[in-house]
């Protein structure tokens, strides 16, 4: 599996190590890791990850939860469901697992061009920071897509880190 780690200098860069990163393909499954560095704590990081408000800010996508977890204390955590729209397209997404800051698992539930869509958000101490690893693995519905979709998403994803490490780092 390919990994992209997020530390280029500048666009070019950026985008020409993006573009270049194949995924893979396992039993029908797309998958791809997107990995960044953060100058921020893991709690702090977590909450921009997980919180469907924040993340639009950051994202370049709208996020809005749309029902609770199943913690009252935590409306993000377990259970909850976030709609995300991307463009022209909707969807739903459900978490399905979650661990702060350590991080949480969520799957696409309706309205997305990807089924059996599993992504995974860690966050890893490191030094003075932490790590994010974005891992996900997904088909497509619609017949040879798949690498398109890969593309679009990992370079969705780490577009939003970047932003989001370089707004944390002050």
Known sequence: ??????????????????????????????????????????????????????????????????KAGQDPAK????????????????????????????????TITEGSPMKDYTGRVEVAPRGSGCTVRWSVSFKSRIPLAGPVLVNATRLGFAKGLKKLSKRMAG
Do not use: C
């Open 1 to 66: 599996m390919k990994i992209i780690r997020s530390t280029f200098k500048n666009a070019y860069d950026f985008s020409l190590a993006t573009m270049s990163m194949a995924s893979q393909k396992v039993n029908g499954l797309q998958k791809f890791v997107v990995v960044q560095d953060f100058h921020a704590s893991p709690d702090a990081v977590f909450e921009e990850l997980s919180d469907p408000a924040r993340m639009s800010l950051w994202a370049g996508i709208k996020l809005a939860r749309i």
């Open 75 to 106: 409306p993000n955590s377990t259970g909850s469901l976030r709609s995300v729209k991307v463009g022209p397209t909707s969807f739903v997404e459900e978490i399905t697992s979650y661990d702060p800051p350590r991080g949480y698992t969520y």
